[in-house]
Protein backbone atom coordinates (compact mmCIF):
# COMPACT_ATOMS: atom_id res chain seq x y z
CA UNK A 1 0.00 0.00 0.00
CA UNK A 2 1.07 3.44 -1.32
CA UNK A 3 0.14 6.16 1.47
CA UNK A 4 0.28 9.99 0.54
CA UNK A 5 1.53 10.93 4.13
CA UNK A 6 4.34 9.71 6.61
CA UNK A 7 3.93 6.53 8.79
CA UNK A 8 5.40 5.90 11.93
CA UNK A 9 7.21 2.32 11.45
CA UNK A 10 7.07 0.83 15.37
CA UNK A 11 7.07 -2.17 17.33
CA UNK A 12 3.90 -1.01 19.21
CA UNK A 13 0.77 1.50 19.01
CA UNK A 14 2.19 5.05 19.98
CA UNK A 15 0.22 7.28 22.18
CA UNK A 16 -1.42 10.15 20.47
CA UNK A 17 -1.82 8.68 17.01
CA UNK A 18 -4.29 6.95 15.11
CA UNK A 19 -4.06 3.71 12.76
CA UNK A 20 -3.72 5.40 9.76
CA UNK A 21 -0.32 7.30 10.90
CA UNK A 22 1.67 4.14 12.37
CA UNK A 23 2.49 0.63 11.67
CA UNK A 24 3.68 -1.78 14.03
CA UNK A 25 5.52 -4.99 13.32
CA UNK A 26 3.33 -7.87 12.34
CA UNK A 27 0.17 -6.47 13.41
CA UNK A 28 -2.14 -5.65 10.23
CA UNK A 29 -2.08 -2.30 8.92
CA UNK A 30 -5.27 0.20 9.26
CA UNK A 31 -8.48 -1.32 8.08
CA UNK A 32 -6.82 -4.35 6.73
CA UNK A 33 -7.12 -5.86 10.69
CA UNK A 34 -10.90 -6.44 9.57
CA UNK A 35 -10.06 -8.59 7.02
CA UNK A 36 -11.39 -12.10 6.60
CA UNK A 37 -8.63 -13.38 4.62
CA UNK A 38 -4.91 -13.99 5.01
CA UNK A 39 -3.82 -10.92 3.36
CA UNK A 40 -0.17 -9.35 4.27
CA UNK A 41 0.54 -5.87 3.14
CA UNK A 42 3.44 -3.79 3.02
CA UNK A 43 3.19 -0.21 3.89
CA UNK A 44 5.30 2.19 1.36
CA UNK A 45 4.73 6.19 2.87
CA UNK A 46 6.55 9.21 1.64
CA UNK A 47 9.16 9.93 3.94
CA UNK A 48 12.72 10.83 2.00
CA UNK A 49 15.03 13.87 2.34
CA UNK A 50 12.79 16.80 4.07
CA UNK A 51 13.84 19.38 0.96
CA UNK A 52 13.09 16.60 -0.99
CA UNK A 53 9.56 15.80 0.07
CA UNK A 54 8.83 19.32 0.61
CA UNK A 55 9.52 18.94 -3.49
CA UNK A 56 7.08 16.31 -3.99
CA UNK A 57 4.47 17.59 -2.06
CA UNK A 58 4.51 21.43 -2.99
CA UNK A 59 5.70 21.87 -6.37
CA UNK A 60 5.03 18.25 -7.93
CA UNK A 61 2.29 17.57 -6.17
CA UNK A 62 2.67 14.29 -6.66
CA UNK A 63 5.28 11.04 -5.02
CA UNK A 64 7.64 9.59 -7.34
CA UNK A 65 10.65 8.25 -4.68
CA UNK A 66 7.86 6.26 -2.83
CA UNK A 67 6.75 4.50 -6.07
CA UNK A 68 10.59 4.34 -7.59
CA UNK A 69 11.59 2.49 -3.92
CA UNK A 70 8.77 -0.72 -4.44
CA UNK A 71 9.99 -0.63 -8.12
CA UNK A 72 12.14 -3.92 -8.36
CA UNK A 73 9.90 -5.53 -5.70
CA UNK A 74 6.99 -5.10 -7.62
CA UNK A 75 6.45 -9.07 -8.99
CA UNK A 76 6.23 -10.29 -4.87
CA UNK A 77 2.88 -8.51 -4.96
CA UNK A 78 -0.69 -9.44 -6.17
CA UNK A 79 -1.66 -5.81 -5.99
CA UNK A 80 -0.46 -2.85 -5.24
CA UNK A 81 -3.17 -0.35 -3.29
CA UNK A 82 -2.24 3.36 -3.85
CA UNK A 83 -4.27 5.89 -1.35
CA UNK A 84 -4.56 9.08 -3.62
CA UNK A 85 -3.84 9.56 -7.35
CA UNK A 86 -0.42 11.56 -5.37
CA UNK A 87 0.73 8.16 -4.64
CA UNK A 88 -0.73 6.23 -7.87
CA UNK A 89 -0.04 8.61 -10.67
CA UNK A 90 3.86 7.24 -11.27
CA UNK A 91 3.23 3.78 -11.14
CA UNK A 92 -0.09 4.30 -13.84
CA UNK A 93 2.11 5.85 -16.09
CA UNK A 94 4.85 2.96 -15.66
CA UNK A 95 2.29 0.39 -16.22
CA UNK A 96 1.38 1.75 -19.48
CA UNK A 97 4.37 0.57 -20.74
CA UNK A 98 5.63 -2.02 -18.80
CA UNK A 99 3.28 -4.45 -17.69
CA UNK A 100 3.22 -5.91 -13.93
CA UNK A 101 1.73 -8.90 -12.24
CA UNK A 102 0.98 -6.95 -9.42
CA UNK A 103 -2.32 -5.32 -10.15
CA UNK A 104 -3.25 -1.58 -9.03
CA UNK A 105 -6.01 -0.08 -7.42
CA UNK A 106 -6.25 3.75 -6.41
CA UNK A 107 -8.47 5.10 -3.80
CA UNK A 108 -9.40 8.42 -5.48
CA UNK A 109 -9.77 11.19 -3.19
CA UNK A 110 -9.00 13.81 -5.58
CA UNK A 111 -11.00 13.17 -8.30
CA UNK A 112 -7.92 12.66 -10.41
CA UNK A 113 -6.90 16.14 -10.53
CA UNK A 114 -10.00 17.61 -8.48
CA UNK A 115 -12.07 16.73 -10.76
CA UNK A 116 -10.88 19.11 -13.48
CA UNK A 117 -12.90 19.39 -17.10
CA UNK A 118 -9.54 20.65 -19.15
CA UNK A 119 -6.08 20.91 -19.43
CA UNK A 120 -3.06 19.50 -19.41
CA UNK A 121 -2.74 17.41 -15.67
CA UNK A 122 -6.40 16.35 -17.21
CA UNK A 123 -4.50 14.62 -20.07
CA UNK A 124 -1.97 13.26 -18.29
CA UNK A 125 -3.88 12.00 -16.02
CA UNK A 126 -6.96 10.25 -18.21
CA UNK A 127 -3.56 8.82 -20.19
CA UNK A 128 -2.05 7.48 -16.86
CA UNK A 129 -5.33 5.92 -15.69
CA UNK A 130 -5.81 3.67 -18.56
CA UNK A 131 -3.70 0.89 -17.03
CA UNK A 132 -5.37 1.06 -13.75
CA UNK A 133 -7.43 -1.78 -12.49
CA UNK A 134 -9.42 -0.48 -10.30
CA UNK A 135 -10.54 2.53 -8.40
CA UNK A 136 -12.60 3.60 -4.85
CA UNK A 137 -13.80 6.33 -4.63
CA UNK A 138 -15.74 7.85 -1.33
CA UNK A 139 -18.30 10.26 -3.02
CA UNK A 140 -20.53 9.52 -4.80
CA UNK A 141 -21.41 12.28 -7.39
CA UNK A 142 -17.44 11.46 -8.28
CA UNK A 143 -19.62 8.42 -10.97
CA UNK A 144 -20.52 11.49 -12.99
CA UNK A 145 -16.94 13.18 -13.73
CA UNK A 146 -15.59 9.53 -14.48
CA UNK A 147 -18.84 9.04 -17.24
CA UNK A 148 -17.55 12.33 -18.71
CA UNK A 149 -13.83 12.54 -18.38
CA UNK A 150 -12.55 8.49 -17.64
CA UNK A 151 -15.16 6.64 -19.25
CA UNK A 152 -13.09 3.52 -19.59
CA UNK A 153 -12.67 3.76 -15.39
CA UNK A 154 -16.05 3.51 -14.94
CA UNK A 155 -16.78 -0.72 -15.41
CA UNK A 156 -13.67 -0.75 -13.18
CA UNK A 157 -14.80 1.69 -10.40
CA UNK A 158 -16.88 0.84 -6.99
CA UNK A 159 -18.37 3.61 -4.21
CA UNK A 160 -17.11 2.53 -0.95
CA UNK A 161 -18.23 5.12 1.87
CA UNK A 162 -15.23 6.08 4.03
CA UNK A 163 -16.00 4.63 7.63
CA UNK A 164 -13.86 6.01 10.66
CA UNK A 165 -12.28 4.20 13.52
CA UNK A 166 -15.06 3.43 16.50
CA UNK A 167 -12.74 2.26 18.57
CA UNK A 168 -10.65 5.29 18.49
CA UNK A 169 -13.20 7.66 18.40
CA UNK A 170 -15.76 5.81 20.88
CA UNK A 171 -19.17 7.43 21.63
CA UNK A 172 -19.53 6.57 25.75
CA UNK A 173 -23.22 6.98 26.12
CA UNK A 174 -23.05 6.85 29.74
CA UNK A 175 -21.26 10.50 29.71
CA UNK A 176 -23.87 11.32 27.38
CA UNK A 177 -23.37 14.52 25.27
CA UNK A 178 -24.29 17.28 27.77
CA UNK A 179 -22.57 16.30 30.60
CA UNK A 180 -19.15 17.24 28.93
CA UNK A 181 -20.43 20.29 27.02
CA UNK A 182 -18.19 23.50 26.98
CA UNK A 183 -19.17 27.24 25.98
CA UNK A 184 -17.75 26.81 22.05
CA UNK A 185 -18.17 25.81 18.93
CA UNK A 186 -15.20 23.44 17.31
CA UNK A 187 -14.03 23.67 13.74
CA UNK A 188 -11.45 21.09 12.97
CA UNK A 189 -9.53 21.04 9.92
CA UNK A 190 -6.06 21.97 8.60
CA UNK A 191 -6.64 22.56 5.14
CA UNK A 192 -9.72 23.61 2.67
CA UNK A 193 -12.23 24.87 5.43
CA UNK A 194 -14.33 27.99 4.39
CA UNK A 195 -13.22 29.59 7.61
CA UNK A 196 -14.09 33.60 6.22
CA UNK A 197 -17.99 32.40 5.95
CA UNK A 198 -17.98 30.29 9.00
CA UNK A 199 -16.86 33.37 10.82
CA UNK A 200 -19.23 36.05 9.35
CA UNK A 201 -21.67 33.30 10.59
CA UNK A 202 -20.48 33.70 14.02
CA UNK A 203 -20.17 36.99 14.21
CA UNK A 204 -24.11 37.63 13.39
CA UNK A 205 -25.31 35.78 16.26
CA UNK A 206 -22.45 35.80 19.67
CA UNK A 207 -23.36 38.87 20.85
CA UNK A 208 -26.61 37.38 22.20
CA UNK A 209 -24.84 34.09 23.32
CA UNK A 210 -21.94 33.04 25.51
CA UNK A 211 -19.99 31.48 23.57
CA UNK A 212 -16.99 31.10 21.63
CA UNK A 213 -15.81 29.88 17.76
CA UNK A 214 -12.66 27.43 18.60
CA UNK A 215 -10.41 26.82 15.05
CA UNK A 216 -8.37 23.35 15.60
CA UNK A 217 -6.07 23.41 13.18
CA UNK A 218 -5.71 26.84 11.96
CA UNK A 219 -3.41 28.77 14.54
CA UNK A 220 -2.54 31.68 11.69
CA UNK A 221 -6.20 32.68 11.23
CA UNK A 222 -6.95 36.21 12.13
CA UNK A 223 -10.57 37.12 13.06
CA UNK A 224 -10.51 40.72 15.21
CA UNK A 225 -12.88 38.71 16.72
CA UNK A 226 -12.08 38.47 20.66
CA UNK A 227 -14.69 35.59 21.06
CA UNK A 228 -12.93 33.35 17.81
CA UNK A 229 -9.75 31.26 19.82
CA UNK A 230 -7.18 29.36 17.16
CA UNK A 231 -5.27 26.46 17.56
CA UNK A 232 -2.72 24.42 16.03
CA UNK A 233 -2.30 21.08 15.00
CA UNK A 234 -2.35 18.70 17.78
CA UNK A 235 -2.21 15.27 18.93
CA UNK A 236 -4.96 12.91 18.05
CA UNK A 237 -5.64 12.16 21.89
CA UNK A 238 -5.95 16.02 23.17
CA UNK A 239 -8.17 16.48 19.30
CA UNK A 240 -10.93 14.29 21.30
CA UNK A 241 -10.78 15.51 24.15
CA UNK A 242 -11.53 18.99 22.45
CA UNK A 243 -14.81 17.08 20.42
CA UNK A 244 -15.99 15.61 23.48
CA UNK A 245 -15.76 19.47 25.20
CA UNK A 246 -17.22 21.35 22.00
CA UNK A 247 -21.21 22.21 22.34
CA UNK A 248 -21.24 21.18 18.36
CA UNK A 249 -19.13 21.07 15.53
CA UNK A 250 -18.86 22.53 11.94
CA UNK A 251 -17.60 21.38 8.96
CA UNK A 252 -17.64 24.06 6.77
CA UNK A 253 -16.34 23.31 3.12
CA UNK A 254 -16.53 24.54 -0.30
CA UNK A 255 -18.22 23.06 -2.95
CA UNK A 256 -16.15 20.63 -5.06
CA UNK A 257 -16.55 17.39 -6.63
CA UNK A 258 -14.39 15.07 -4.46
CA UNK A 259 -13.75 13.43 -1.01
CA UNK A 260 -12.86 15.95 1.59
CA UNK A 261 -13.83 16.73 5.56
CA UNK A 262 -15.49 13.10 5.59
CA UNK A 263 -13.04 12.43 8.30
CA UNK A 264 -13.50 15.13 10.42
CA UNK A 265 -17.03 14.53 9.81
CA UNK A 266 -17.14 11.14 10.73
CA UNK A 267 -14.86 11.36 13.76
CA UNK A 268 -17.35 14.10 15.29
CA UNK A 269 -20.24 12.08 14.41
CA UNK A 270 -18.74 9.05 16.07
CA UNK A 271 -18.24 11.30 19.53
CA UNK A 272 -21.99 11.68 19.60
CA UNK A 273 -21.55 15.45 18.68
CA UNK A 274 -24.40 17.20 16.45
CA UNK A 275 -22.31 18.95 13.14
CA UNK A 276 -23.43 21.95 11.04
CA UNK A 277 -21.73 20.74 7.41
CA UNK A 278 -21.70 22.40 3.98
CA UNK A 279 -24.45 20.79 1.55
CA UNK A 280 -21.74 19.70 -0.47
CA UNK A 281 -20.95 16.42 -2.69
CA UNK A 282 -18.37 14.80 0.28
CA UNK A 283 -20.99 15.29 2.71
CA UNK A 284 -24.07 14.30 0.68
CA UNK A 285 -24.75 11.12 1.54
CA UNK A 286 -22.68 10.90 4.92
CA UNK A 287 -25.87 12.50 6.66
CA UNK A 288 -29.33 13.00 6.50
CA UNK A 289 -30.85 16.56 7.09
CA UNK A 290 -32.38 17.50 10.53
CA UNK A 291 -31.57 13.64 11.83
CA UNK A 292 -27.50 13.06 11.84
CA UNK A 293 -26.74 16.32 10.99
CA UNK A 294 -28.34 19.76 9.99
CA UNK A 295 -26.42 21.15 6.37
CA UNK A 296 -26.64 24.48 4.91
CA UNK A 297 -25.69 26.04 1.28
CA UNK A 298 -21.66 26.58 1.04
CA UNK A 299 -20.39 30.03 1.33
CA UNK A 300 -24.25 31.47 3.02
CA UNK A 301 -23.48 33.05 6.28
CA UNK A 302 -26.74 33.64 7.11
CA UNK A 303 -27.70 30.06 6.91
CA UNK A 304 -25.49 29.06 8.57
CA UNK A 305 -26.16 31.98 11.07
CA UNK A 306 -29.73 30.31 11.16
CA UNK A 307 -28.42 26.64 12.04
CA UNK A 308 -25.94 27.98 14.89
CA UNK A 309 -28.69 29.80 16.71
CA UNK A 310 -30.93 26.55 16.13
CA UNK A 311 -28.42 24.36 17.82
CA UNK A 312 -27.29 26.78 20.29
CA UNK A 313 -31.03 27.39 21.41
CA UNK A 314 -31.84 23.52 21.63
CA UNK A 315 -30.48 21.55 23.39
CA UNK A 316 -32.50 18.58 23.27
CA UNK A 317 -31.92 18.84 19.56
CA UNK A 318 -28.48 18.64 20.21
CA UNK A 319 -28.10 15.59 22.35
CA UNK A 320 -31.03 13.69 19.87
CA UNK A 321 -28.58 14.28 16.75
CA UNK A 322 -25.43 13.70 18.09
CA UNK A 323 -26.87 10.25 19.52
CA UNK A 324 -28.42 9.42 15.91
CA UNK A 325 -25.14 10.58 14.30
CA UNK A 326 -23.37 7.86 16.51
CA UNK A 327 -25.68 5.45 15.84
CA UNK A 328 -25.09 5.93 12.27
CA UNK A 329 -21.30 5.96 12.33
CA UNK A 330 -21.58 2.45 14.31
CA UNK A 331 -24.12 1.22 11.92
CA UNK A 332 -22.67 2.01 8.97
CA UNK A 333 -19.88 4.49 7.91
CA UNK A 334 -16.67 2.40 10.16
CA UNK A 335 -14.01 1.34 8.99
CA UNK A 336 -15.41 -2.25 9.44
CA UNK A 337 -17.43 -1.95 6.52
CA UNK A 338 -15.13 0.28 4.48
CA UNK A 339 -12.63 -2.86 4.97
CA UNK A 340 -15.19 -5.69 4.11
CA UNK A 341 -16.15 -3.76 1.06
CA UNK A 342 -13.03 -2.95 -0.20
CA UNK A 343 -11.87 -6.62 0.22
CA UNK A 344 -14.20 -7.71 -2.05
CA UNK A 345 -13.24 -5.24 -4.58
CA UNK A 346 -9.53 -6.20 -4.24
CA UNK A 347 -10.19 -10.10 -3.93
CA UNK A 348 -12.25 -9.81 -7.54
CA UNK A 349 -9.42 -7.73 -9.37
CA UNK A 350 -6.81 -9.90 -8.05
Not at 130 to 146: C, F, M, N, R
Amino acid sequence: MLVNWKVEYCNKAPKGKQPPDYCVQGKPYWFYRYFEGDTEVDVADVHTFPWLEHFEKEILRFYVIQTLRILLRLNRYDLIVSHGMQSGVVLSFIRRFWKTRAKHVVFDIGAFNSAAEDGAALKLMQFASKSLDGVIYHTESQAEYYRKCFPWIVGKSRYIPFGTDTDFFAWMPERGTGETEGTYILCVGYAKRDWDTLTEAFERICADHDVTLRFVGKPDYVSGNPKVECLGFMPVDELIEQIRGALFGVVPLEDFNYSFGQMTLLQQMALGKAVIAADVPSMRGYVRDGETALLYPPKDSSKLAAQLERLLDDKALRDRMGKQAAESVRETYNERNMAAQAEDFFRRIV
